[in-house]
């Protein structure tokens, strides 16, 4: 029997590669927890679309989703890869009790996105009751001040944002105005939330400085000098446009012209010229809805100024409420029967708002994450004034350093020669013991590179990847990491707390502790994994039970598996596969295939085990292909328990993450007696995922003993690739 469909799909995916490349097939993707604060002791749920940049259509081109949690140095404390099935993942992610409190990031991205170091980040935040709380110290007051565009320009009309905080970052609301040095106003100041803006020109020889209050208490701030040899920038919102402007007191006289261009991480979506100080309008429907940077450069295309701005309104949320009592039933339909996939979340609602819309902005910005209960009380634009973003250069990629997971896992890696061999076209073997199906084989190109496919993975293994018929140790095999090994810097809030939030951390734990103490009585349900193709092989079977136990390995092929020799040359065994009269025209490699438990072995290994503990020998003497290699046989070893006992193999020791098994999660039966006497302290009342062929069908969940408010979150992605939100509240009590 011939096997060569991995050879195939690898093939297939080189071939394409360029295409992709050209129709700009590229991923994104949105994560949704359900909520954004945690105990440890909780678990993390969580959603993940992935769809095409271009379309916002869920996509077909990866298979697998990676998921990290990050702590505060940024060091990953969990890793997974999770099936994606029409484009979506729903998962959980348990936070262990030796978690320290602090501000974490839940990242996910495709391997595909790894090209362009493309990522989807969530900023959580986890509080361990069980540990010592050491409040942090405490310092004075902050003003900070943030000129549109970066800058203070003399001569021109500069727009100020001010923020007023206290140690933890929380804001302190002031009253104030601005002041020159003759004692003139110039602006009245008053803030929201510990954030202010003004307008000003600052005038040459000028010094300006802002009088305010705090309670009853008069303070005073010089603000930054004006420069006079800058740039800057000025963005006006209108009900239907955007209007820029540079802000410049000195480029005139050197360039004539300059030129606007909005962008996101990648794309330029306008760029047009227009005189040097002139007005630059902009259509909002010209414009996708997300967060771009307006930038002016001059006509060398150097950035003189930019701007951050998020286009699009954040929905008022639904004020539709159903009141309910514990325990009882209710059903949700879904309405939109255009949805491909859709998923609902109903949780105990937190005393902070969260908005999709602030998600899908936090994820890209590197400075600390902005709350969603700023946007009700003042522009979103004034926050981003505060905010930074590491988007890189826009360039056009003419090669990629990884190809798509469409099927299966790929492990990427290449093999270096310790002296004068050459690298090309080594064949690079992948086996897991105990498991003969996973077994995989991949050919190093010119420069040693390999990309070994791995076929359907359950969790972590240990695994081995060796060069073969490299028993002399003539290569180096150096595995790429299989995860982001850094990310930029994320700049976080300082832990906060105070009396309302720790009665609320010790209500929760409470509920939690009852929670998982009748956790045994409420498991998730495992999914039926994915089976794994067969291989049918005409295998040769030998139980060495049957026959007499020689002591020593190539005694026993020698007097009952005639159609293997052993040769020796020097102090080095080789195995010589004898093929039947039908197959004589054929012209032999040389090259064969051991595995011993599932690894892949040498002559001089097996032939120096001990045969008392080998329970079956099979094997194929005939022509076999394997990915890429063909070979003139395969003999496989079996240990009594398949365990490797005593068993060292040789090549790279190498731990593999793979894939975590798919969950349907628990929800209870509150019309079942058997559980009247069981305590339901739920605050995740559901958590679900349905596809195109049941999207039509309601979603049902029985409320808690937890009284209070609960939020119901409906998303789905439409065919045509419109993300659907909806969000409902459930009353309990």
């Known amino acids: 029997m011939r096997s060569f ?24 993707v949105l994560l949704v927890t359900n909520k954004d604060q945690f105990l440890t002791g909780e678990n993390i749920y969580f959603q993940g679309f992935v769809t095409s940049s271009k379309t916002g259509k869920l996509s077909g081109l990866s298979s697998l989703l990676y998921i990290e949690l990050l702590d505060e140095n940024q060091n990953p404390i969990y890793q997974t890869k999770l099936t994606l099935e029409q484009g979506l993942i729903v998962g959980d992610l348990f936070i262990s009790t030796l978690i320290k409190s602090g501000n974490y990031d839940l990242i996910a991205y495709t391997r595909w996105m790894k090209n362009r170091k493309d990522f989807y980040r969530v900023p959580i935040t986890i509080y361990n009751p069980f540990e010592i709380y050491t409040p942090p110290i405490s310092k004075s007051p902050q003003m900070r001040f943030y000129p549109e565009g970066g800058k203070l320009v ?35 100041i008053n803030s929201v939330d510990g954030l202010a803006q003004f307008s000003f020109i600052p005038e040459k020889e000028r010094l300006y400085q802002m009088i305010y209050t705090e309670g009853d208490v008069f303070k005073f701030l010089d603000l930054p000098v004006a420069c006079e040899n800058c740039s800057s920038i000025s963005m ?66 150097v950035i003189m100024a930019d701007r951050l701005f998020y286009n699009g309104a954040f929905p008022v949320l639904s004020k539709e409420e159903r009141l309910l009592t514990p325990r009882s039933y209710i059903e949700f339909s879904v ?54 973003v590491a988007w890189p250069k826009i360039t056009t990629l003419r090669s990629f350093d990884y190809m798509p997971e469409y099927r299966n896992d790929l492990l990427q890696g290449f093999i270096k020669a310790n002296g004068d061999q050459s690298v090309e076209n080594q064949i690079i073997t992948f086996s897991v013991p105990g498991e003969e199906e996973s077994l995989s084989l991949a050919k190093s190109d010119s420069a040693g590179r390999f990309l070994l496919n791995i076929e359907y993975i359950e969790g972590d293994r240990e695994a081995y990847i060796s060069v073969l018929n490299d028993d002399a140790n003539l290569f180096e095999i150096k595995m790429e990491d299989e995860f982001y090994t850094e990310y930029p810097k994320f700049k976080k809030w300082p832990l906060y707390y105070d009396s309302i939030l720790v009665k609320e951390i010790l ?30 092989i005409n295998f040769r079977t030998f139980k060495v ?68 503990n080998i329970k079956l020998i099979k094997i194929l003497a005939e022509r076999y292909y394997m990915g890429p290699a063909k070979l003139d046989g395969l003999i496989y070893f079996t240990t009594m328990d398949g365990d490797l006992y005593g068993f060292e193999p040789h090549g790279l020791n190498y731990f593999y993450k793979g894939r975590e098994r798919q969950k349907q999660y628990y929800t209870p039966n509150h ?33 808690s003993d937890i009284s209070g408010e609960y939020e119901v979150t409906l998303m789905g992605i439409s065919h045509s690739g419109v993300l659907f939100h909806e969000i409902k509240y459930l009353f309990v009590e």
């Open 5 to 28: 469909r991995n050879y195939i799909v690898l093939s297939v995916l080189f071939f394409q590669l360029p295409a992709f490349g050209q129709g700009n097939i590229q991923e994104e």
């Open 335 to 388: 309405l939109d029967s255009n949805l491909s996939v859709s998923t609902m979340m109903v949780n105990k609602r937190s005393d902070h708002p969260r908005s999709l819309q602030l998600n899908r902005i936090n994820s890209e910005l590197i400075s600390p994450p902005l709350q969603a209960k700023w946007t009700k009380s003042s522009d979103i634009n004034n926050w981003l004034m505060l905010s930074k």
């Open 545 to 612: 039970d049957d026959y007499t136990r020689f002591p020593t390995v190539r005694d026993s092929f020698i007097e009952y598996i005639p159609e293997i020799g052993i040769s020796k040359s020097d102090n080095d065994y080789d195995f010589e596969i004898r093929w039947p009269e039908s197959l004589k025209g054929y012209r032999p490699t040389g090259v064969y295939l051991i595995l011993f438990d599932g690894v892949v072995a040498s002559p001089e290994e097996v032939l120096s085990y001990s045969p008392y």
């Open 154 to 188: 003399r001569g021109a009309s500069n727009k100020v944002v001010v923020r007023y905080s206290d140690f933890q970052e929380q804001g302190i609301s002031f009253k104030g105005k601005l002041v020159d040095d003759l004692g003139e106003k110039q602006a009245d």
């Open 236 to 301: 006006q919102e209108m009900p239907n446009a955007y209007i820029f402007q540079l802000i410049d007191n000195h480029a005139k006289s050197q360039l004539n012209r300059a030129s606007i261009r909005v962008r996101d991480r990648h794309n330029i979506y306008i760029e047009m010229g227009n005189e040097l100080l002139g007005l630059f309008k902009i259509e909002k429907t010209f414009l996708p809805n997300k967060l771009l940077r307006a930038e002016i450069l001059d006509n060398q295309g």
């Open 507 to 536: 209500d929760k734990s409470i509920h939690l502790q009852v929670e998982n103490a009748y956790h045994h009585l409420k498991n998730d349900r495992i999914l039926i994994s994915k089976e794994k193709e067969k291989k049918i």
């Open 671 to 703: 019309n079942d007696p058997l559980e009247m006497r069981i305590p339901d302290r739920r605050s995740m009342l559901l958590f679900k995922s349905k596809n195109r062929s049941d999207s039509k069908t309601k979603y049902g969940l029985f409320t």
